[in-house]
């Protein structure tokens, strides 16, 4: 009789306790995004020359191909190419690729 007051107990925690956990597929622990992002750097890059949507692509599809990039997202408008990159990847090699695309790093922030 006890084992049924358990087993009745756990199958309320499960179904009606936990219904995000279990009827979501959720998991019971999260990891939180400080911890997932550890060994990711964020870089800003200024960059001279981009006056248009198109100059942000160009830009963009240079840099992606850089060895531990992981995102970019360039702004004419701001003049900046955001980067987020594995630690260690060599920022120049991000520069000479923004060169490759026709504009001019000019500095980072």
Do not use: W
Request: charged fraction near 30%; include cysteine; hydrophobic fraction near 40%.
């Amino acid at each position: 009789m006890r084992r049924l007051g358990t087993l009745i107990g756990i199958m309320f925690l499960l179904f009606i306790g936990l219904p995000g956990y279990v009827l979501h597929s959720s998991p019971l622990f999260v990891i939180s995004q400080s911890q997932a992002q550890e060994g990711v750097e964020e870089k800003v890059i200024k960059v001279d020359g981009m006056t248009c949507r198109k100059c942000e692509k160009a830009v963009e599809k240079e840099v992606k191909k850089v060895s531990g990039v992981i995102e970019v997202k360039a702004d004419h408008k701001s003049g900046t190419c955001k980067v987020k990159v594995k630690a260690g990847t060599n920022l120049e090699d991000i520069k000479k690729a923004i060169e490759k695309a026709g504009y001019k790093p000019v500095g980072e922030s």
